[in-house]
């Protein structure tokens, strides 16, 4: 669970203006830190298999936030990879 003060972080980081909270850039930014944070879950709890359903519907829904970045603005969405270490 992502605390308001990083999800704050975040938003101002990534959106295009202070109050941005619906772009594919802070959506993304967000699901990000999310799966990172159920990745360091999975390392203790590895039985976990409810959360692991969880984690894979966010992987998925990043995919097409990033799928769809791509087609609208590639400028934006190869900035955005290089700055979350996307795509390796």
């Known amino acids: 669970m992502l605390t308001k003060e990083v999800k704050k972080r ?6 295009r203006h202070p ?6 850039e802070v959506q993304i930014a967000i699901l990000t830190r999310r799966i990172e944070a159920l990745g360091e879950h999975f ?16 992987i998925g829904r ?5 799928k769809f970045l791509q ?8 900035a955005l ?3 979350l270490n996307l795509r390796k």
Do not use: H
Not at 19 to 24: A, E, I, K, Q, V
Not at 43 to 57: T, V
Not at 62 to 66: A, F, H, I, V, Y
């Open 43 to 58: 390392k203790k709890y590895p039985k976990d298999f409810n959360s692991r359903r969880g984690l894979l519907k966010l």
């Open 19 to 24: 109050s941005d909270t619906g772009s594919p």
């Open 71 to 78: 087609a609208r603005d590639f400028a934006a969405y190869q």
């Open 81 to 83: 990879i290089k700055k």
């Open 10 to 15: 975040l938003k101002q980081d990534f959106g």
């Open 62 to 66: 990043r995919r097409r936030l990033l």
